[in-house]
């Protein structure tokens, strides 16, 4: 394969059905697929296969077959030139010679699509559902459009309304609540979006919301199990993990690869902190449940996925220690929104200060080196920003911040920040 810098496997595999019905490359694509006239393409609307040969669709094959970089995908290549992990490489590592895709394939597949108008006649075997934004947590990084307690929450969904994030389109602008459970309303489009036949469907991924409260993914395994094709089947799962139901498990158990990505942001006060109103103590027992439940099964793996941000800064290497205590691995992510709880806007020291700790344990190369090294993108509106934000939802949740955090807010007053008493929506 000659254009290894802007190959991406996803869109020629891959589509992603996103909340409020809307259809995407997948989840690291800003915005969502349009048809030539700028309409959106919407779930029921309009046929798995017609999407996935969108104009958008062929556009993006096209340009990266010819070495370009499409500008759906600036995550990603934003993430490479700054030294990241992306999610096409790490796509292209595991479809590539890996979950089924020979690379000779790809070579193929690429002469196919030149002499086809980029068309491709089967269907995605790999898709991404968000069914809904059902979801029992409001944690402080999320937004309305993940999350029913935060687009019911009359400060929270000031800060981060269901149009906030991923899109400058007006993707979100029908009302998400009034749409709440797509399967449902929409089974045969979502089967339709499965492929006629199943046998071809290799992986789906589930987020949301919360995907274990959401009685849509459940049918939705249900169906698979019933159509006896869960065998062939993975199933990644990013889950909050405060609800674990033993008819999940079972169901779970039945496909050929589970993979579960338990979203724990911190431990103790933290992990209370960010991820509100859930409790420490019973995520920390469902964990080590799960880990139990599955120790037998070879076809299964757990890992937590913790968003680096402010309120887990320093606290990361507890979260790591946990998770070394129970044997799964620690897979952090960088946040990027909202730019306000962003650990780039914190003044050098206390980033320093932060890289050291995991330095003298060796922990967490990358994020260290990302403490020091990430441009800062600090500006005093954002840090004022940032004080306001967790001012509001300290005031709405009967949480404090300064209570957790009294080092940190030493340490920003000592760099010239010091704390606000303001609110602004609350
Ligand atoms: C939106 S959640 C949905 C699934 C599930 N409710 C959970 O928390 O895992 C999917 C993933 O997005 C992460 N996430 C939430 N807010 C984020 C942000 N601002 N930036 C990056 N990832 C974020 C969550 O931590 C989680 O790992
Ligand atoms: S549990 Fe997941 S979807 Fe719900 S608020 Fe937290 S990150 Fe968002």
Redesign the pocket.
Known sequence: MNNQDSFCILPFIHLQLRNGGVFAPCCHAADPLEDEEGNLLELGKVNAQDVFNSPQMREIRSSMIKGERPKACRLCFDNEDTGLESYRKSSNKKWIDGEGIDSKDVDELINHCYSNNFELEYRPKYIHLNLSNL?N?K?R???AG??SSIEYDLVHNRWAPVNS?WTSSASYNSNLSEKKDYFSNNFDSIINLLGNDLNDLREIYF?????LIMPSVLDCLRFLIDNDVAKNIRITM???ATTIKPSVLDILKQFRFLKL?L?L?GTGAVYEYIRYPAKWKQVEANIKHLKQEFDLFQSVEISA?P?LQIYNVFNIAKLYEFCQSIGISCNP?F????THIAVTILPEAIRNEAARTLEKMSYLPKISSYLRQASSTQTVELVKKFMLFTNDLDKARGQNFRAIYEDMVRSLEENGFPWLNETLYA
């Open positions: 979801c947590l944690c990084m999320c937004w993940n999350s994030r987020t949301g919301g919360e995907p990013n889950t909050n990505n979203s942001d996925a968003i992510q946040l990027r929104e909202p």
